[in-house]
């Protein structure tokens, strides 16, 4: 099946500093999405990218879907923005949903 | 708001007990997913429904059953569970089973003690 890797697997930035977070895939994908996943547990959508830019406020995704990799970048970060972000791709010939093992992001204040 | 509700937030059972997790989605899709995410590990999917009908059992053992009662609701049955199943249990949903976006309820943390 199709393998989903990420990094880094932990962040640690200031507030205010910038990050990209990236996730590499091992197959084609029809869809790719990024969550953000809260201290309650909740995976909140950030985007639905199966290929190209998008731009939603301080953060922003790329996905490169012929090189098997997407990015999400995270600017002016603030201590709201830590958790666990997640990709997740939906490829191959099965009707799964496959995630990453996740970047685990701490902004300090 | 999320369009995707599961109750309860939290449940302790133990290993003899028999409960259910309840997931109701308000967002008109037609596909529904269970997934486990234990301690250190990536989300597992357990369990596909689309139309009502299941699609994908990920070789989830006997004492973990789902139902499918209409395309709005999904229910985990558990019983006689082991503390290794102690974890989060996520809900979502899709417009359909091909590559569509999918929402994610809140979870229900389970222990079992």
């Known amino acids: 099946g199709i393998q989903v890797e990420q990094s880094p697997p932990d962040l640690i930035l200031q507030e205010g500093a910038n990050s990209t977070l990236r996730c590499n895939f091992s197959?084609?994908?029809?869809?790719l999405q990024w969550f953000h996943q809260n201290p309650w547990g909740q995976l909140i959508n950030l985007f639905y990218i199966p290929s190209g830019t998008k731009q939603n406020g301080r953060l922003s995704a790329t996905t490169v879907a012929t090189e098997r990799y997407s990015l999400l970048y995270i600017s002016s970060s603030q201590t709201t923005d830590s958790g666990v972000y997640f990709c997740a791709v939906f490829g191959g010939a099965t009707n799964k949903l496959i995630f990453g093992t996740g970047t685990l992001l701490a902004v300090q204040p | 708001e999320t369009g995707v509700t599961q109750t309860p937030r939290h449940l302790v059972m133990g290993m003899t007990n028999k409960k259910s997790l309840k997931c109701e989605q308000h967002?008109?899709?037609?596909?529904m997913y269970w997934y486990k995410q234990s301690a250190k590990k990536p989300l597992e999917l357990m369990f596909v429904y689309s139309l009502e009908e299941r699609v994908e059992n990920n070789s989830v053992p006997s004492r973990f059953s789902p139902e499918c009662p209409n395309s709005s609701h999904l229910f985990l049955h558990l019983h006689t569970l082991q503390p290794e199943d102690s974890a989060l249990y996520l809900c979502?949903?899709?417009?359909?089973?091909?590559?569509?976006?999918?929402?994610f309820g809140q979870g229900t943390r389970l222990t079992v003690v």
């Open positions: 967002l008109g899709h037609n596909a």
């Open positions: 197959d084609s994908v029809n869809n």
């Open positions: 979502a949903s899709s417009q359909d089973i091909t590559n569509t976006e999918a929402f």
